[in-house]
C-alpha cells in the first residue's frame, strides 16, 4: 500500500514532544510495510517558516526514511511564517491541501499520526481519499462551560496579561473559532477513524456522537526499553522530581505549595527538570517557593535533552524517590511512564488521560483535580513505606507486566498498522 503521511513535526526545527515521538517511531516501522510520502503540513510553514536551513537538514535525515513530494521544497521558498494564519488556519490550510491533493494520486490511503492541522481532512476532501488521523490531544474542547472553569482555574495568575494564551484567550479561540471548524470539519469531510492514545482526547471532544469510527491505540504509546536496564527500585536519595513542561497547565504553579505540605512531614527536597513557559511563569514560581520558605529545597536543573544526555537524565530521575506530577492536561503522559520504567512510584491528578492509562496501577496514586492537600498527602504516604513495601509497590507482577507492554514501539506500530488495513480496504 501507498501511504500519505500529512504532519509538520518530523522536519520541524524544535525538540518534538510526546507526540513528534511517537509519530517518528511509529513512521519509521511503518515504511518498513508501506511506501510511504510524506506531506509536511501547513503548520510548518505557518510557525518555522523563517528557518528554513533547520528545516532543509532535517527533511535530508527524514527524506531516508520516507518520500517528500518535490512540490513541498517550492511551498517552502514561497510561504513564510504567520502569526495570523497560525491563528486563524482554515484559508491557509484549505490553500496549500489543494495543492498538495494534485500529488495523492497513486496514493491509496492518507494518515496523520498526530493531529496538529486541519490539512488532511482538506486534501481528503479534494482528492477523495480515505483517511485517518491519530489525536493526542482534543480536537476541541465540547463543553464550553467546563472549558472555562478550568482555564480560570488554571492559567487565572498575574502573568496573564502577558501570555496572548490566556484563560480568556483560549476560552475564546475554542469556542468562537476551533470548535465551528472541526465540528464543520467532520461533516464535510469526516475520516475513515479517529484513534486516540486514550480515552482523553475523545472525552474533551466528545467524539463518541458523531458517526465516525473511534479506536483507542493500546499500547498508545511507549518507552526506551534501554531504561529498564537501569530501572532503580532501593538505590534512591533524598528527593523526588518533576520533569516536563514548566507551565500552568502541567501544574508547576502549585508545586511550592505541595512541597510545603510534604516537608511538614518529611525532610526531602525537589528536583525541577524542563523549561518554563515564559519569564513571568518562572518569576511567579520562585516567588511562592520563597514565600512559602521551600526554595531552598528545589534544585532547579534546567531542560536535560533524554536523548542527547541520557546517562544524566537516567542518573537524576532514577535515584528520586517520587514523581511529584500535578499535571492538569495530559492524554497520555510519557513523563509516568518513563518514571515507572526506571523505578519510582507517581502521585498524580485524576484526570480523564491519565486515569484511563494508568488507574490499574498502585504505584500511580491519583487524587481529585486541584486538590493539592490530597496529592501531597498521597506523596508522604509513599516516602514514608518501608523499604520492603516501597519495593513491592514497583516491583509486583502487574506492573512488570504492564511495563513489558508499553516497553516496544513495534507493538504501537502494529496497532497503527491494523487500523490502516483495515479502514484502507474499505
Known amino acids: 500500500m501507498r501511504l500519505g503521511i500529512v504532519y509538520d513535526q518530523l522536519i520541524a526545527?524544535?525538540?518534538?514532544?510526546?507526540?513528534?515521538?511517537?509519530?517518528?517511531e511509529v513512521i519509521k516501522r511503518l515504511a518498513n510495510d508501506f511506501e510511504i510520502v510524506y506531506f509536511p503540513s501547513s503548520r510548518l510553514f505557518l510557525k518555522w517558516g523563517d528557518r528554513k536551513d533547520e528545516i532543509l537538514h532535517k527533511a535530508d535525515y527524514i527524506g531516508k526514511i520516507v518520500e517528500i513530494p518535490e512540490i513541498f521544497y517550492e511551498m517552502l521558498d514561497k510561504y513564510s511564517e504567520s502569526a495570523y494564519n497560525t491563528f486563524?488556519?482554515?484559508?491557509?490550510?484549505?490553500?496549500?491541501?489543494?495543492?498538495?491533493?494534485?500529488?495523492?494520486?497513486?496514493?491509496?490511503?492518507?494518515?496523520?499520526p498526530d493531529?496538529?492541522?486541519?490539512?488532511?481532512?482538506?486534501i481528503s476532501k479534494f482528492s477523495g481519499k480515505k483517511f485517518g488521523i491519530t489525536l493526542h490531544t482534543p480536537l476541541f474542547y465540547n463543553n464550553n462551560l467546563e472549558y472555562l472553569k478550568e482555564l480560570i482555574r488554571i492559567r487565572f495568575n498575574r502573568c496573564l496579561i502577558y501570555n496572548r494564551r490566556g484563560f480568556i484567550t483560549s476560552y475564546l479561540y475554542n469556542a468562537l473559532y476551533l470548535?465551528?471548524?472541526?465540528?464543520?470539519?467532520?461533516?464535510?469531510s469526516p475520516p475513515s477513524f479517529i484513534a486516540s492514545v486514550s480515552e482523553g482526547p475523545l472525552f474533551y471532544s466528545a467524539l463518541y456522537k458523531y458517526s465516525i469510527p473511534l479506536r483507542i491505540l493500546s499500547p498508545g504509546n511507549a518507552f526506551d526499553s534501554d531504561l529498564l536496564k537501569y530501572r532503580n527500585v532501593l538505590d534512591k536519595a533524598d528527593y523526588m522530581i518533576y520533569f516536563g513542561v514548566l507551565a500552568e497547565h502541567k501544574g508547576v504553579l502549585e508545586i511550592p505549595d505541595i512541597l510545603?505540605?510534604?516537608?511538614?512531614?518529611?525532610?526531602i527536597s525537589l528536583k525541577l527538570l524542563g523549561k518554563f513557559s515564559s519569564r513571568c511563569i518562572e518569576k511567579l514560581f520562585w516567588l511562592k517557593a520563597k514565600n512559602l520558605g521551600v526554595d531552598k529545597n528545589i534544585e532547579f536543573l534546567g531542560f536535560i535533552d533524554k536523548h542527547k544526555e541520557k546517562s544524566k537524565f537516567i542518573d537524576i530521575v532514577s535515584k528520586a524517590k517520587l514523581l511529584l506530577y500535578p499535571s492538569h492536561i495530559d492524554s497520555f503522559s510519557l513523563?509516568?511512564?518513563?518514571?515507572?520504567?526506571?523505578?519510582?512510584?507517581?502521585?498524580?491528578?485524576?484526570?480523564?488521560?491519565i486515569h484511563s492509562i494508568y488507574k490499574n496501577i498502585d504505584a500511580v496514586r491519583l487524587v481529585?483535580?486541584?486538590?493539592?492537600?490530597?496529592?501531597?498527602?498521597e506523596a508522604v504516604n509513599i516516602l514514608q513505606l518501608d523499604r520492603n513495601t516501597y519495593s513491592d509497590l514497583l516491583n509486583n507482577k502487574k506492573i512488570i507486566d504492564f511495563l513489558n507492554f508499553y516497553?516496544?514501539?513495534?507493538?504501537?506500530?502494529?496497532?497503527?498498522?491494523?487500523?490502516?488495513?483495515?479502514?484502507?480496504?474499505?
Open 13 to 24: 526545527p524544535i525538540f518534538p514532544g510526546g507526540g513528534g515521538v511517537h509519530s517518528l
Open 88 to 112: 486563524f488556519f482554515e484559508k491557509f490550510s484549505k490553500n496549500m491541501s489543494k495543492i498538495y491533493a494534485k500529488y495523492t494520486k497513486d496514493i491509496e490511503f492518507l494518515y496523520e
Open 115 to 122: 493531529h496538529t492541522t486541519a490539512d488532511i481532512f482538506f
Open 179 to 188: 470548535k465551528r471548524v472541526y465540528t464543520k470539519l467532520l461533516d464535510y
Open 260 to 267: 510545603y505540605q510534604i516537608r511538614k512531614k518529611v525532610n
Open 335 to 353: 513523563t509516568i511512564l518513563e518514571s515507572l520504567a526506571l523505578g519510582l512510584p507517581v502521585v498524580s491528578y485524576d484526570i480523564v488521560g
Open 368 to 377: 481529585n483535580e486541584f486538590h493539592k492537600d490530597e496529592l501531597a498527602r
Open 407 to 426: 516497553s516496544s514501539w513495534d507493538n504501537v506500530a502494529l496497532e497503527v498498522k491494523k487500523y490502516i488495513l483495515e479502514f484502507g480496504k474499505k
